[in-house]
């Protein structure tokens, strides 16, 4: 492993790594660093999880000059989220050298953000439809930029900001450095980066270092009207510490999330409909250990970096099998074990074979637990945590009360009185939730092999070669407003 003293990096960077605890560079981070700070273009095809943020923002703030109060930095995220965590970290990285970052998103009062633009930040963190907003109205001006970053920028595209990122680029001079990260390689990324990037190096994470070997993955199947119910009982066997749950559609995400309150959980959920204030709400609680169980969507849930997340349940096994491995990514982190739990009707095993080819791993059955399993789970947890009192507390108070107590009652019925007292009883309230239709094997096959073909054609011998069969966000578009003007 290389470690980052020995990437050149100065000594105020490598103070605040010290201080967040990073010692040894990460694949990405070993291969971006030392080209981004010779100034090349980069393109990294990395997944979430694989420490791109620092890859391309310790390059960044070392170009920073923190006399000059101009913008001299843009990071283009597709998701608030991600764009509130990128500046975090980035803040965290360029604190000691005096960086400032700014995070500018959709969902903020416009007024609000260009007061915090007056403080002059050196980097900011933005999604791509804010961003040209406030180019176009000269709150951000970008002729001062020299370093210009697209995060997962495959998703930004599925997300329909193309368009977009192609006019702030085009706004931004064209000496700058360019530095690009994308799971995957479609064309239209590719075009970005064939006529907007100045010879990019290349730097590509192999599958194998792509796979989570911290995680204990697993597969239940089930019929989809007993899911929830093997849901709480795997959560009231285990008691997780936190533990996000994925479902494929919004309408899911909310019945599951109050199907969990209603049964005693603390519980909400997360999705792209919320207003970003409410997410941002949600997400804080379930940082600070207020919720134990988050509900999301894929898209809500992209670029999540919550320390301590010891289990995800894919209620709904996503149709995309590399969204399995951006799920599962979202615990066994920082070295620690965590558990997948992966809920399989029977007409999805087939699709259970694809992941597994996917993730080079394979998934272990697990029976649902039954309700008498839960019951006996809770009372289990109960007992353990009498034990921690025992070995940890001092009695002394309460021992002539326990004395009394066993004068008049048998040993067993006071502790057993104790552990019903103490257990806290679920909530067996009826719940329902909307049903979907299962998975499509041959629909993610077809993704899947979309994906690898994009791949090869960029890294491979083909590379600019071939058309590519997607169609992308500018022909719906142009499609659109033909369908528009034919209706005038």
């Given at each position: ?190 075009d970005i980066a064939t006529n907007m990037m100045k010879q990019p190096k290349e730097v590509k994470i192999k599958a ?281």
């Amino acid at each position: 492993m290389t470690k980052f003293n020995e990437l050149g990096i100065s000594t105020p960077i490598l103070k605040a790594l010290e201080r967040v605890g990073f010692e040894e560079a990460t694949p990405i981070q070993a291969e971006t660093i030392p080209s981004a700070m010779e100034g090349n273009d980069v393109i990294g095809q990395a997944q979430t999880g694989t420490g791109k943020t620092a890859a391309f923002g310790i390059p960044m703030i070392e170009k920073m000059n923190t006399k000059d109060k101009s913008i001299q930095g843009l990071v283009i995220a597709p998701t608030r989220e991600l764009a509130i965590q990128v500046a975090e970290e980035l803040n965290r990285l360029g604190k000691i050298k005096g960086v400032r970052v700014l995070p500018i998103f959709g969902g903020q009062h416009m007024g609000r953000q260009i007061r915090a633009l007056k403080n002059r930040p050196q980097i900011v963190v933005a999604t791509p439809g804010r961003l040209l907003d406030h180019i176009r109205r000269r709150t951000i001006r970008t002729q001062d930029v020299q370093v210009a970053v697209l995060d997962e920028a495959d998703e930004m595209l599925n997300m329909g900001f193309i368009d977009d990122i192609r006019d702030i680029l085009k706004s931004i001079p064209e000496e700058r450095q360019t530095l690009l990260f994308s799971a995957t390689m479609p064309k239209e990324i590719r075009d970005i980066a064939t006529n907007m990037m100045k010879q990019p190096k290349e730097v590509k994470i192999k599958a194998k270092e792509l796979t989570v070997e911290n995680i204990d993955q697993y597969f239940i199947e089930i019929p989809e009207r007993h899911k929830f119910d093997t849901l709480t009982n795997h959560l009231d066997i285990h008691d997780p510490d936190l533990a996000i749950v994925f479902s494929r559609t919004k309408k899911r995400v909310d019945e599951i999330a109050e199907g969990l309150q209603a049964r005693g959980f603390r519980s909400e959920g997360i999705h792209g409909d919320l207003t970003q204030g409410k997410r941002m709400s949600v997400l804080n609680k379930f940082k600070n250990g207020r919720i134990d169980v988050l509900v999301a969507t894929d898209v809500a849930a992209r670029g999540l970096d919550i320390s301590g997340v010891t289990h995800v349940y894919n209620f709904d096994i996503p149709q995309d099998p590399e969204s399995y491995v951006h799920r599962i990514g979202r615990t066994g982190r920082a070295g620690r074990t965590g558990e997948a739990i992966s809920f399989i009707t029977p007409r999805e095993t087939a699709h259970l074979k694809l992941i597994e080819q996917l993730t080079k791993s394979k998934m272990k059955r697990m029976a649902p637990p039954t309700q008498q399993e839960a019951v006996r789970g809770k009372q289990q947890a109960t007992a353990e945590k009498i034990v921690q009192h025992i070995q940890k507390d001092d009695l002394t108070s309460y021992r002539e009360t326990a004395v009394e107590l066993l004068e008049e009652h048998d040993s067993v019925t006071v502790i057993a009185a104790s552990l019903k007292m103490l257990t806290k009883e679920r909530n067996s309230v009826p719940v329902r939730i909307s049903s979907i239709a299962p998975v499509s094997v041959k629909k993610a096959e077809n993704m899947h092999d979309k994906k690898r073909r994009n791949n090869k054609r960029f890294y491979g011998k083909g590379r600019g070669k071939g058309k590519g069969r997607y169609k992308g966000t500018r022909n719906r578009k142009d499609n659109f407003k033909k369908r528009r003007n034919r209706g005038k």
